[in-house]
């Protein structure tokens, strides 16, 4: 299925940003994943998964470290940065002394 027969499937944000036309970096990954690459890496979190990228294995800088990425067919049209978060999720820890009233009961020990 050729570029201009996906274009009027996908919504409305990647469809502008493939009528306006992919950037050199855009360009190279996309040439990366036909070649076959076992390992690519990239920095672009703005580029849209393509039907082309499905079943492919890509990492993705999440500002810290390179996070390993399986595309399955319901990532299309979905931007590659939304499979790398750059946020840990918060987790928090008990309340410690001083905190509360009630923690003034908690062991130390």
Request: net charge positive; aromatic share 8%; glycine share 10%.
């Amino acid at each position: 299925m050729g570029l201009s027969e996906l274009i009027p499937l996908m919504p409305a944000r990647a469809r502008r940003k493939f009528n306006r036309g992919l950037n050199r970096g855009e360009e190279t990954l996309l040439a990366k994943i036909r070649s076959g690459d076992e390992k690519i890496r990239t920095h672009l979190r703005e580029m849209i998964v393509m039907p082309e990228m499905i079943g492919k294995s890509v990492e993705i800088y999440n500002g810290k470290e390179f996070l390993k990425v399986e595309f399955q067919p319901e990532a299309v049209f979905h931007y590659l940065g939304e499979f790398a978060l750059t946020r840990k999720r918060v987790t928090h820890g008990s309340a410690g002394i001083g905190a509360t009233r009630g923690s003034k009961y908690v062991p130390l020990k």
